[in-house]
C-alpha cells in the first residue's frame, strides 16, 4: 500500500513537472509575440519591469490610437508610456494599473483617458488571449477577469489547461512571433480614412444609455485616493470625439459629470476636449470614436502643449 501511494505521488509528481514545463514552452511562445493587437507587448513591458515613465496614459483604445508617447515626451521632456487597453473600460485598465506599480517604479503622473464607457463593465472578456500567457498562480488577473464571460476557476490554477481549444491561436501566434513590435511605447496610431458603419449602428441605437458598473466606479474612486496616497499627480482627459458620435449615449452628460464632480472633489485637472474643433473635421477620424494618426498626431501635440501649460507635471 506504501509503495503504490508513493508511486502514485511520484507519477503525480513527474505528470505535473511535465505539465508545467509545456505550459511554460506555450507561455514563452506567446509572451514573445505581439499578442493579440499589441497588448501581448505591453504586459511584456510591464512583467519585465522595462517601462521607465515619468508620465503614464491609461484608458480605452480612444486612449492606446489615440496619444502619442514620442510627442509629448519631445514638448514636456519626460519619458511617457501609453498603456491604453483596448475593448475595455476602467475594471481591467485598473488590473494593468496595479501590476505596472508591482514590477516597475510607479510614475510621476498618470493621464486617465476617460470616455461614456470607463465606468461601464461588458460581460465578455474581450482579446482573452492577451491574458493566456502570465495568468497562471496571478492572483490580480483572476481576481479581475473571472466576473467575465470566459474563462473557469479551474483555469487560474492548472497547468495547460486554459490552452485547451486554443491550438489554432497557437499555431498562428507562433508564426507571427518574428514579427516587428505593432505598438511603440503603448501606442499605435491608425491611418485609415473615415469609416461610417460605427456611425450606422449608432444611428440604429438612438436611445442607447451606457449602463454604469458600481463596481467599476467604486475602483475608480479607490484609484484616485490611492494616487493620492502614493503622491501620483493624476490628470483627467476626455479626448476628441467626433459631433456625429457625441449623441449616441443618451446619458453622456450624466457620465461627464460624475469626471467633473471627481475632479472637482479630488483637485484633478480635467481636459475635456468635447467643444474642440478638431471634432467637426472627419479627415481626422476613422470613426466617430477614434482619431486616425494624423488626428492622433494634432491632438497629441495639443494635449502636450495644454499639459505643459498646466505647469502641474512633477
Known amino acids: 500500500m506504501k509503495k503504490f501511494i508513493f508511486r502514485s505521488l511520484v507519477l503525480g509528481g513527474v505528470l505535473f513537472l511535465l505539465l508545467c514545463i509545456a505550459d511554460f514552452g506555450i507561455s514563452n511562445v506567446l509572451r514573445n509575440s505581439n499578442g493579440p493587437r499589441g497588448e501581448g507587448q505591453v504586459w511584456n513591458d510591464i512583467y519585465q519591469g522595462n517601462v521607465n515613465a515619468d508620465l503614464a496614459i491609461y484608458g480605452s483604445s480612444r486612449a492606446w490610437v489615440q496619444i502619442s508617447p514620442s510627442i509629448l515626451k519631445d514638448t514636456l521632456d519626460v519619458n511617457v508610456y501609453n498603456f491604453g487597453l483596448n475593448g475595455h473600460s476602467f475594471w481591467l485598465q485598473y488590473l494593468r494599473h496595479i501590476e505596472y506599480l508591482k514590477y516597475n517604479e510607479k510614475p510621476s503622473t498618470i493621464v486617465l483617458s476617460v470616455d461614456v464607457f470607463s465606468l461601464a463593465k461588458r460581460k465578455d472578456l474581450y482579446l482573452y488571449e492577451q491574458f493566456l500567457p502570465n495568468m497562471l498562480w496571478n492572483n490580480n488577473i483572476k481576481h479581475y477577469t473571472q466576473s467575465f464571460l470566459g474563462f473557469e476557476t479551474i483555469d487560474y490554477f492548472v497547468p495547460l489547461l486554459r490552452y485547451k481549444g486554443e491550438f489554432d491561436f497557437i499555431k498562428k501566434t507562433y508564426k507571427k512571433r518574428h514579427r516587428a513590435p505593432l505598438r511603440h511605447l503603448g501606442y499605435k496610431g491608425i491611418d485609415e480614412k473615415w469609416d461610417s458603419l460605427l456611425e450606422k449602428k449608432r444611428a440604429e441605437n438612438k436611445n442607447y444609455k451606457s449602463a454604469i458598473d458600481m463596481g467599476t466606479m467604486e475602483l475608480f474612486y479607490k484609484f484616485i485616493e490611492e494616487c493620492n496616497k502614493k503622491d501620483i499627480h493624476l490628470i483627467f482627459v476626455y479626448a476628441p470625439e467626433h459631433i456625429t458620435g457625441q449623441n449616441f449615449v443618451q446619458n453622456r452628460d450624466e457620465i461627464i459629470h460624475i469626471f467633473e464632480e471627481a475632479a472637482t472633489q479630488n483637485n484633478i485637472p480635467f481636459l475635456n476636449y468635447s467643444n474642440d ?25 495639443q494635449l502636450a502643449h495644454d499639459l505643459k501649460q498646466l505647469g502641474q507635471l512633477k
Request: charged share 10%; proline share 0%.
Open 277 to 301: 474643433t478638431i471634432n467637426l473635421n472627419r479627415a481626422h477620424f476613422y470613426n466617430a470614436s477614434h482619431l486616425n494618426t494624423k488626428g492622433a498626431e494634432l491632438f497629441s501635440s
